[in-house]
């Protein structure tokens, strides 16, 4: 089971920022906390990863709460092409092995 | 646009009949991963591939048999499956150092009749 817990869906107006939160209280001290989305009729797309601090990107912006039990996933201005589902992942990493696993993720809707 | 390819795009196959899904990725990366998507589940991942070696195959059916030639390419072969078969097959690739950022094809849609 996914060790992680989102919203199922949000909505946002167009041009306004958005804040896509996750719970994962059961994360390690030394998982990373990584963000993927998929747009309609594509594969999923990386869109940031982090630890402790926050990040920031091209695409989006990674809060990390102190405790690290959540974080959230900033758009700075929405736009149409945005409208995705938004997947907060857990990722494990072993000998030969490396795991994404997805959730139901969030599907966010972008209204003009 | 993505570095990832994956052919067909779309296959229809009876329960007897044998496919292959072909994935190739032009980033030079050295890990392959195959996931399924299916409506009602998230993604899963199926097989990993490092360095032309399977790592990972997460308790799949022998119905389904990955092949990956080189580090370029990968494959799934597909014999005798069931209607709930039926999903997106989505191929990914990454370097092995970070294996966190994967790149995924747009997927083959499979309908088994």
């Known amino acids: 089971d996914a060790k992680t817990t989102q919203p199922n869906s949000m909505e946002s107006n167009e041009e306004e920022p958005v804040h896509l939160p996750c719970n994962h209280s059961t994360i390690s001290g030394t998982d990373y906390i990584h963000w993927y989305r998929q747009l309609p009729s594509q594969g999923p797309e990386y869109v940031i990863h982090?630890?402790?601090s926050n990040v920031n990107n091209r695409m989006a912006s990674l809060a990390i709460a102190e405790d690290r039990k959540s974080s959230t996933l900033i758009l700075h201005r929405a736009t149409l092409r945005d409208a995705a589902v938004y997947y907060c992942?857990?990722?494990?990493?072993?000998?030969?092995?490396?795991?994404?696993?997805f959730g139901k993720g969030t599907k966010l809707s972008v209204i003009p | 646009e993505t570095g990832v390819t994956q052919t067909p795009r779309h296959l229809v196959m009876g329960m007897t009949n044998k496919k292959s899904l072909k994935c190739e990725q032009h980033l030079g990366h050295n890990a392959m991963y195959w996931y399924k998507q299916s409506a009602k589940k998230p993604l899963e991942l199926m097989f990993v591939y490092n360095f032309k070696e399977q790592t990972e195959n997460n308790s799949v059916p022998s119905r389904f048999s990955p092949e990956c030639p080189n580090s370029s390419h990968l494959f799934l072969h597909l014999h005798t499956l069931q209607p709930e078969d039926s999903a997106l097959y989505l191929c990914a690739s990454s370097s092995r150092d970070r294996a966190y950022e994967q790149y995924f094809g747009p997927g083959t849609r499979l309908t088994v009749t």
């Open positions: 982090g630890l402790t």
């Open positions: 992942i857990d990722f494990i990493s072993g000998a030969g092995s490396y795991q994404l696993t």
